[in-house]
Each structure stands twice: as C-alpha cells, then as structure tokens.
C-alpha cells in the first residue's frame, strides 16, 4: 500500500501527490498557515494559496504545455495557473464566504452548473462542501472544457473519520457515499469521445 508523508496531514499530502516531492521540498509542511502573532492575526487560515508551493505542480506543468486543466476543491488551489479553478477555501463559515469563494473561482462556472443544477449551491457550502457537489462540478466542467487533467478533492471520508474514527458507522457510510459518487464520476466519463484515452486514478 501507498504510505503518506511525514506530516500525515491533509494539505502537505496534496501536495506531495501533484508535486512528487516531500513538503520539505515543496513547502507546504502544516495545514493551517504559519501565525506567530499572539493575537492569531491570521484567524486560523489554511494553506489556501497556489504561491506558497515552491516548484512545479502536475498542473502548472500541463498548464506550460498549453493543455487544459480543471482544479476542483483541490488543497493550496487559491491563484494556480489552470484553466478551470474552483478552489477549496473558506474564512468566517458565513454567507459571506460564497461570495468570496465564487469570485476566486473562474469566472462563469458557478452560474452554469446552478442553471442545471438547482440545489448545486445549497451542497457547496464553503468548508463542508458535500463529495456530490464537487462532482457535479467535476461532469459539468468536463462536458464543456473537456481538460486534459482534472484534479478532484473528495474529502467527506476524511472528515467522517476525524470526527467518529476510522472504522465508525459514520466514516463507512462516508466511504460508501464516496464509491457512489466516484462511480458518477466513471459513468459520466464512460459517455465521454475521450474515455479510451482517460486515466481514472483515486489515491
């Protein structure tokens, strides 16, 4: 089985996956980002910003060789150079923070999936975004922008087994829910021109 980085923790992880070096290397060490201040300054916030990766990502270079590229709720998003970017973030977990996540999301996105999708917005609330929302995003932007790489943060059986433990009733029905959204995603993909040539990897 694949063995995790050292922290074990979810940020340096996604990181690690799209760069292929240890957060050492590629600087993203914590989740939330470093705040010295006595105060917490920084209210608590994560490492949401694209710019803090040092080096190349699987996305920056796919995106450098003029191919399309699709970041949907992926960790340290904010800013990255792709084509399509709905980024995981949130502050305050207020409404206000809809706003502010569908601004740091590429332009139109937001208003195409919610013409077809009517209760899109109530699933993609910010910091609990449901696993369903993210693939919705996810069909939408590959009926239309067909990229070449799409990274998807499915991140409810992480959360489940945070909040209940690994081997809770809670984190199964979040494992099973996330097998019946990952087999959504398979169907779509499976009535897609470019599914013989796709590359379906889950870590």
Do not use: C
């Not at 489940?160 to 087999?183: C, F, L, N, R």
Request: no cysteine; aromatic share 6%.
């Amino acid at each position: 089985g694949a063995l995790s980085v050292t922290p074990a923790v979810t940020y340096p992880a996604h990181t690690s996956m799209v760069t292929g070096k240890t957060p050492a290397h590629h600087g993203i060490t914590t989740n939330h980002a470093p705040d010295a201040s006595p105060d917490g300054v920084n209210k608590s916030g994560w490492r949401w910003y694209a710019e803090d990766i040092r080096g190349p990502t699987l996305w920056s270079l796919a995106h450098d060789a003029g191919l399309t590229t699709a970041l949907v709720t992926w960790p340290v998003t904010v800013g990255a150079d792709a084509t399509v970017r709905m980024p995981e973030y949130w502050r305050a977990r207020t409404p206000d923070d809809m706003k502010l996540l569908r601004a740091l999301t590429t332009p139109g996105i937001w208003d195409r999936i919610e013409r077809t999708t009517p209760d899109f917005l109530a699933r993609y609330q910010t910091a609990e975004v449901h696993d369903s929302a993210s693939i919705d995003a996810a069909l939408d932007i590959l009926a239309h922008e067909a990229p070449a790489l799409m990274l998807i943060h499915v991140w409810q059986t992480d959360n489940a087994q945070h909040k209940y433990g690994p081997d809770s009733p809670e984190a199964m029905a979040a494992i099973t829910a996330a097998d019946q959204q990952v087999a959504r995603l398979l169907g779509g993909l499976q009535r897609m021109p470019a599914w013989p040539r796709t590359a379906l990897v889950i870590a």
